[in-house]
């Protein structure tokens, strides 16, 4: 069964989450955007044993630490999709930029894109690819916990925003609705920031997605 633990971090508050299987205690870390030692703190809290650092999309909040993690691990990247190359390239200037004290541009081992799977114990994530907020953003979905890892793309009460270079506010609409309220709307989500959600919830009084405002 899938576990998780949120874990905010950088200034931005950024819901970098550990999920793990129950079962083999392998776990995955999503987003790792800074502050590695909360990270390294909580994985040795909770004794699971990290295999893979996951990436919804390459902003500094969310991949930050991701060279460190998987340095220290000795272990794999997968994510985002090679559309947010340029954002990984660019770290080094959003660390001067935003005040970061440690951030490093990565090499990712995989890409990723719809339909794609990940897996470490024996959990399997579903990958969608939903565009809008960055171009190479994607979805984490474990489908037996009714969970989504959404990054940026949706918030409790509003969604991501499209005003950072290759933003596409219509692309950004079309992922939520198209990609995402199909899977459910009992299905829960963890944000990039602030606090979960369902689906339903937020079709029923998102004021950016809504299903009345289409």
Same mark, same amino acid.
């Given at each position: 069964?899938? &576990?998780?633990? +949120? +874990?905010?971090? /950088?200034?931005? &508050? &950024?819901?970098? /989450? +550990?999920?793990?299987c129950d079962e083999t205690m392998q776990a995955a870390v999503i987003d790792p955007g800074g502050d590695i030692e909360l990270i390294l703190a909580e994985v040795d809290k909770l004794k699971v044993d990290v295999v893979k650092v996951l990436l919804t999309h390459a902003h500094i909040d969310h991949a930050g630490a991701t060279h460190a993690l998987a340095s220290h691990f000795n272990i794999a990247i997968e994510g985002p999709h090679k559309e947010d190359q340029f954002w990984i390239d660019l770290i080094e200037e959003q660390k001067d930029r935003f005040g970061f004290a440690h951030a490093e541009a990565f090499t990712t081992d995989r890409w990723l894109d719809q339909g794609d799977k990940v897996t470490f114990g024996n959990l399997e994530l579903e990958v969608y690819f939903c565009p809008g907020h960055t171009p190479g953003h994607v979805v984490f979905f474990h489908r037996e916990s009714k969970l989504a890892q959404v990054g940026d793309v949706l918030f409790s009460g509003s969604i991501g925003r499209t005003d950072f270079p290759r933003g596409d506010h219509p692309r950004l609409i079309k992922s939520i609705r198209e990609n995402l309220f199909p899977l459910g709307n009992d299905v829960k989500f963890i944000p990039g920031h602030g606090p979960m959600s369902t689906f339903g919830q937020e079709r029923q009084s998102n004021p950016f997605v809504a299903d009345h405002l289409v």
């Open positions: 069964m899938l &576990q998780f633990k +949120i +874990i905010p971090v /950088t200034p931005f &508050q &950024q819901n970098c /989450t +550990i999920f793990w």
